[in-house]
């Protein structure tokens, strides 16, 4: 069965120290995308950033990184620098193969910044 | 610009009503999803489209339905409102089709609250 397991229900992290969302994954297809987005307090979902499975370099985007481990099917989120406005619900997803935009979503973590 | 715009973005109805929310892009995105937003379990796929007259169940469809009769439109139906379908919805698309790879990313509308009393 394909799915995503986001461990950390809540986190808190400091003001401009960098922290790590967890985020594994379960697919016996060769071929996926794995994408990170974000939910504010507001309530839209903002695309954070994606990494294919065949990609040789982890994905970067500004403040964001993925630190994909094939081997062990993590995709971690990496946000360095964290700012307050950066407190929201973050969402692992992955998109199984030829499946079109279709994303299976984790259960989220909640990440506080505190000043 | 382009936009993918949901309404209601609150209801409030009663058990046993039939509900449509709507859901309208102008990506001009052959893909649209609806996904249901619930406290522990993240987003469900609901029912999805990859194309005009072209409708699928997802995770959890069950009392819900869907027709795609244009590109820009996906409705979703309650039936049968219950108490179990309150919760948020997101209607969300994408291009490219079925067969499509790479990062075909989710563009989601902003949301549409239900309460089903």
């Known amino acids: 069965a394909q799915k995503i397991t986001q461990t950390q229900p809540g986190m808190f992290v400091q003001e401009k120290e960098a922290v790590t969302l967890d985020c594994t994954y379960d697919?016996?297809?060769?071929?996926?995308?794995l994408f990170w987005y974000k939910q504010p307090s507001s309530g839209e979902m903002i695309f954070l950033i994606y990494?294919?499975?065949?990609?040789?370099q982890n994905a970067t985007e500004g403040r964001y990184s993925l630190n994909f481990q094939k081997a062990r099917k993590s995709a971690n989120l990496v946000i360095s620098a964290s700012q307050l406005g950066d407190s929201a619900m973050y969402f692992c997803?992955?998109?199984?193969?030829?499946?079109?935009?279709?994303?299976?979503f984790g259960q989220g973590t909640e990440l506080s910044v505190k000043p | 610009d382009a936009e993918i715009t949901q309404s209601p973005r609150h209801k409030i109805t009663e058990t046993g009503r039939q509900v449509t929310l709507a859901c309208h892009q102008t990506?001009?995105?052959?893909?649209m999803f609806w996904y249901r937003q619930d406290l522990g379990h993240g987003l469900r796929l609901i029912h999805y489209?990859?194309?005009?007259?072209?409708?699928n169940k997802g995770e959890v469809s069950d009392g819900y339905s869907v027709s795609r009769s244009n590109t820009e439109d996906l409705p979703l139906t309650l039936e049968s409102a219950a108490s179990s379908q309150t919760s948020v919805y997101f209607c969300?698309?994408?291009?490219?089709?079925?067969?499509?790879?790479?990062?075909?990313?989710?563009?989601f509308g902003a949301g549409s609250r239900l309460t089903v009393l």
């Open positions: 969300a698309s994408s291009g490219g089709g079925q067969g499509s790879s790479g990062a075909n990313v989710l563009t």
């Open positions: 697919t016996s297809d060769p071929s996926y995308g």
């Open positions: 990494q294919g499975s065949y990609d040789q």
């Open positions: 997803a992955m998109r199984p193969l030829n499946q079109g935009g279709k994303l299976i």
């Open positions: 990506w001009n995105h052959n893909n």
């Open positions: 489209s990859y194309g005009v007259h072209d409708t």
